[in-house]
């Protein structure tokens, strides 16, 4: 469950960027939240202990796992004293919360789009978003037509609310998508 290396360099550079007033990205990454207290990655022991029994309790415990293992293997290859683990795990949140995976040249990768990370989740979306090699881009074009002033909502994909509270922090009233384990001893 450890990060692709694409999804690596963006949590590594929003971290070293953070710390760079003089960067011509602060401005975007100053504008992330300072903690992500409602994420259930950062619950509390006593929070994370309501979610027992539930399908979302083992996910963030491998999460946590995961990202532990992450911050261990780049802190044995790089300089990370500027950094503490809480510093990598909030980078990481803002990175996979607002990242838009894409294909450049037929190259699949993934890229921060800042205002396009401000739409929210709905299905079925007003928008349609690719990178255009062409005009050497990020594009979005509605799918339908959106009035001024009307709030644009794009998709974050079919999950199950487990997964929409992990990764987003949002839950979807009577989503078609949930998941229940039972496990049965025969």
Not at 119 to 145: M, S, V
Request: net charge neutral; aromatic share 14%; with cysteine.
């Amino acid at each position: 469950m450890s990060m692709n290396q694409e999804t690596m360099s963006l949590v590594m550079f929003v971290m070293t960027e953070s710390k760079n007033e003089f960067s011509r990205f602060h401005a975007y990454i100053s504008g992330f939240p300072k903690s992500f207290d409602e994420y259930p990655t950062c619950f509390s022991d006593t929070e994370l202990e309501m979610l027992k029994g539930s399908p979302l309790h083992q996910m963030v415990l491998a999460t946590r796992n995961a990202l532990k293992h992450d911050f261990d293997l780049l802190s044995k290859s790089l300089d990370m004293k500027e950094y503490c683990y809480q510093d990598f795990v909030n980078a990481k949140i803002a990175v996979s919360s607002r990242i838009f995976g894409i294909n450049i040249k037929g190259v699949a990768t993934v890229a921060m789009v800042p205002y396009a990370d401000m739409f929210n989740h709905n299905r079925p979306c007003q928008t349609k978003w690719y990178f255009d090699d062409n005009l050497k881009g990020f594009c979005i074009k509605a799918t339908e037509e959106i009035k001024r002033g009307d709030q644009i909502y794009d998709t974050y994909g079919l999950k199950s609310n487990a997964e929409f509270f992990r990764n987003y922090g949002f839950l979807i009233p009577e989503n078609e998508r949930n998941t229940y384990a039972i496990r049965i001893k025969l």
